[in-house]
Nanobody
Framework: QVQLAESGGGLVQAGGSLRLSCTAS????????MGWFRQAPEKEREFVAG????????KYADSVKGRFTISRDIYKNTVYLQMNNLKPGDTAVYYC?????????????WGQGTQVTVSS
């Protein structure tokens, strides 16, 4: 079993910043990759950012490039998402996920997520 616990969301004005955290626990070992997803009301969940190993192996959705930065603490199995210059369109519930090894997909189970609300 893998448990995912997200935190750090909140209400912020447009242009503001938030830092999200997520720790994976349980039978994870040292996760191969970690990532962030989000789901806005009445929309499907979408990929936001992912990281494999260290900071050089990152990937971002076009909508957040240049504004969001993903990082991780491998030893704590924790992933972070620094979100700057937030826009109302970033409002969503943010979830993290893990790939336990290379060649596997993101886990099918999700944590409760953390709500991010950006006011205009």
């Amino acid at each position: 079993q893998v448990q995912l616990a997200e935190s750090g969301g909140g209400l912020v004005q447009a242009g503001g910043s938030l830092r999200l955290s997520c720790t994976a626990s349980g039978r994870t070992g040292r996760s191969y990759a970690m990532g962030w997803f989000r789901q806005a009301p009445e929309k499907e969940r979408e990929f936001v950012a992912g990281i494999v190993g260290g900071p050089s192996s990152t990937k971002y959705a076009d909508s957040v490039k240049g504004r969001f930065t993903i990082s991780r603490d491998i030893y704590k199995n924790t992933v972070y998402l620094q979100m700057n210059n937030l826009k109302p369109g970033d409002t969503a519930v943010y979830y993290c996920n893990v790939k336990l090894s290379a060649g596997t997909d993101w886990r099918s189970s999700w944590g409760q997520g953390t709500q991010v609300t950006v006011s205009s």
